[in-house]
């Protein structure tokens, strides 16, 4: 107990500069996020906060500053703001702020109060542990990043016509220019785990290529594939956001 307490007034006191005694009314979800912005482009890393408080507007945004200091990333919050134009259905306050690779250390700040995490970011895997939390929640303590040159596989049918998704399945792994790849261990993985929304929804599968033109043999394939079976419902979805799809 006294060497946590120890721990809490050196920490407040390392970061008491970054303290304004702004703060949001609310406690705070978080989690790491490639996000896929147009197509070709690399994954962004992010980091996207949601507000436990549901306001009156779908729309509000969390208005943060944010600081490098060694390898700590600060993020102190100062508001959450209601947009000109707010849509009528209620929700949280959501902010997506960008995440710096180089660090170790994650300091958030609301009022006086201060939440420290520590991170640890490879090319694989994003983990996050507690040192001292209060009104922040990691809501994954693992993520997979994006692997490079893979695709999901993705398909959606209704019961009389399973077959499609093994059929097509086998195709892929058949492929030589293709290799399955699994997340290993505990951890939310980037891709959709699985279709939703028909009769017969099955679990994702994922591969790996080695060249961009490889994944569109994989579109030639699906195309080729499409042309016997009509009522196929499958999306191909690369690391790029690049998609080919039969609905």
């Known amino acids: 107990m006294i060497l946590n307490l120890k721990y809490l007034l050196k920490s407040k006191y390392k970061y008491i500069k970054y303290i304004t005694g702004d703060s949001i009314s609310t406690?705070?979800?978080?989690?790491?996020?490639?996000?896929?912005?147009?197509?070709?482009?690399?994954?962004?890393?992010?980091?996207?906060f949601v507000t436990t408080k549901i306001f009156s507007c779908f729309d509000y945004s969390l208005?943060?500053?944010?600081?490098?200091?060694?390898?700590?990333?600060?993020?102190?919050?100062?508001?959450?703001?209601?947009?000109?134009?707010?849509?009528?259905?209620?929700?949280?306050?959501?902010?997506?702020?960008?995440?710096?690779?180089?660090?170790?250390?994650?300091?958030?700040?609301?009022?006086?109060?201060?939440?420290?995490y520590d991170i640890n970011i490879n090319k694989e895997l994003i983990s996050i542990s507690s040192k001292k939390n209060k009104f922040t929640n990691c809501l994954y303590p693992q993520t997979f990043r994006y692997p490079k040159n893979t695709f999901v596989y993705i398909c959606k049918n209704n019961l009389v016509n399973e077959y499609i998704y093994n059929d097509f399945l086998k195709i892929l792994r058949d492929n030589h220019l293709f290799t399955e790849h699994y997340f290993e261990g505990d951890g939310r993985i980037p891709y959709p785990d699985r279709s939703?929304?028909?009769?017969?929804?099955?679990?994702?599968?994922?591969f790996r290529y080695k060249n961009e033109s490889d994944f569109e043999k994989a579109k030639k394939l699906?195309?080729?594939?499409?042309?016997k079976n009509k009522e196929a419902k499958i999306l191909l979805k690369n690391w790029k956001n690049r998609k080919y799809s039969v609905w």
Request: charged share 20%.
């Open 27 to 48: 406690n705070f979800d978080f989690m790491p996020i490639e996000l896929l912005i147009g197509v070709d482009n690399p994954p962004k890393l992010k980091i996207k």
């Open 63 to 116: 208005i943060s500053t944010n600081f490098i200091k060694g390898n700590s990333f600060i993020i102190r919050f100062e508001k959450a703001v209601r947009p000109r134009y707010c849509s009528a259905a209620f929700g949280p306050a959501k902010s997506m702020i960008d995440l710096p690779e180089n660090i170790n250390q994650l300091v958030i700040i609301n009022g006086n109060n201060i939440d420290i």
């Open 196 to 206: 939703t929304g028909h009769w017969s929804n099955y679990p994702s599968r994922f």
């Open 222 to 227: 699906l195309d080729d594939f499409a042309k």
